[in-house]
């Protein structure tokens, strides 16, 4: 079963910074763009930034300068590197493709910002 695993979510302080990964089951996700989505509470999933199979990478205007979004082909894998959080950024994170694929949403990992 194809699965898109993400994780390295946790609580960390308004700030504070955070590592997320998302582990692809197949290396056929490499010929895939990719994104990090998230869904605050009470909020609709939205989409946070995308890469494409190239590297290409966008990002929405609220996370601007402070995320990074990246990818390493040989290990099937996607990062999403978030700096100087905000309480707003408390969501849980998902990868997935893009546009996002009804069969691989998962688990997500859950982001935390608070004192």
């Known amino acids: 079963q194809v699965q898109l695993v993400e994780s390295g979510g946790g609580l960390v302080q308004p700030g504070g910074s955070l590592r997320l990964s998302c582990a692809a089951s197949?290396?056929?996700?490499?010929?895939?763009?990719m994104a990090w989505y998230r869904q605050g509470p009470g909020k609709q999933r939205e989409l946070v930034a995308s890469?494409?199979?190239?590297?290409?990478?966008n990002y929405a205007d609220s996370v601007k300068g402070r995320f990074a979004i990246s990818r390493d082909n040989a290990k099937n894998a996607v990062y999403l590197q978030m700096n100087s959080l905000k309480p707003e950024d408390t969501a849980v994170y998902y990868c997935?493709?893009?546009?996002?694929?009804?069969?691989?949403w998962g688990q997500g990992t859950q982001v935390t910002v608070s004192l």
């Open positions: 890469i494409s199979s190239g590297g290409s990478t």
């Open positions: 997935n493709t893009f546009p996002g694929s009804i069969q691989y």
């Open positions: 197949l290396s056929i996700f490499r010929f895939y763009a």
